[in-house]
Every structure is written in structure tokens, then in C-alpha cells.
């Protein structure tokens, strides 16, 4: 088994509402409009082209397997998606979990097991107020 883990911050925002019925997304640019309701957090510390080395290709590995803790005040949850030698990994200011199967430069997990309309109600009200959320990533694979 080979294991790798990542961990930084992003930042709540007025405009979150996270009702996305597909994706959820985190992103290091510093604003959003209302019509991003994918986008749980702004102002991350990385995007997909900063994850490590190692990290990129553990998640590249088929049958790989990513555990995505957020946590933010007294609210925490855990997202389990999947990973796929067809991830690029390589989008600047964007990181995006699916639960589809679709991949492109931003995408770092797919068939996950939530959305951002699976987001606990109670943690998008506080990431609305401005919050840090704290993002820590976890890929395994059987090698």
C-alpha cells in the first residue's frame, strides 16, 4: 500500500451556496459570483498543479482511492472519490471532485460520494460567513 497526504486552507465567501448536484469544487482565485454553486471555498493555498509529485502519482494509479477531509469551525465531513490514470492534475487555481467519471485539468477526483449539495447544510452556512475550511487530501493505493 502507498499512501500520500496533502493538507492547506481555503476561505469561506457571502456568495457560497453549494447546491451543484455533480461537483464540488475549491479554488485559489479570490472571488465568486452567486452563479458558482459548485465552489465551496475560495483563496486556496493550492490548485491541482500544486499537488506533489508523489501525491499526483499515487492518484494517477488505477484503483487508487482519495479520502478528502473538510473541516471548518465545529463541522467536519469526509468525501470518498476515486482516482484515474486520466487525471491531468494540472489547472493552476482549481480543484474539482465529480461524482462522474468525466476528467479534465481541474478534476482530482471522480465517482465521488458527494457533491456540493451533499456538503452539510450547517458547514456552507459558516463557510457563507467567510470561515477557513481546512482541506486534507488522502490517496492510497494497493501500489
Known amino acids: 500500500m502507498v499512501r500520500a497526504e496533502e493538507q492547506f486552507v481555503a476561505y469561506g465567501h457571502k456568495n457560497i451556496t453549494g447546491t451543484h448536484k455533480s461537483t464540488f469544487e475549491i479554488t485559489r482565485e479570490d472571488e465568486l459570483t452567486p452563479a458558482g454553486s459548485c465552489i465551496i471555498a475560495i ?8 499537488l506533489s509529485d508523489t501525491f499526483r502519482k499515487i492518484l494517477q494509479k488505477p484503483g487508487a482511492v482519495l479520502e478528502t477531509r473538510l473541516t471548518c ?7 470518498l472519490s476515486e482516482g484515474s490514470p486520466d487525471l ?7 480543484m474539482v471532485w465529480r461524482r462522474a467519471s468525466f476528467t479534465c485539468d481541474r478534476t482530482i477526483g471522480i465517482h465521488s460520494d458527494h457533491t456540493a449539495r451533499n456538503i452539510p447544510r450547517e458547514m456552507i452556512k ?6 477557513i475550511l481546512h482541506i486534507h487530501l488522502i490517496v492510497s493505493s494497493r501500489d
Open 43 to 50: 483563496g486556496a493555498e493550492k490548485g491541482a498543479a500544486d
Open 73 to 79: 469551525e465545529d463541522f467536519s465531513v469526509i468525501i
Open 88 to 94: 491531468a492534475l494540472s489547472h493552476k487555481t482549481d
Open 126 to 131: 459558516v463557510l457563507k460567513s467567510g470561515s
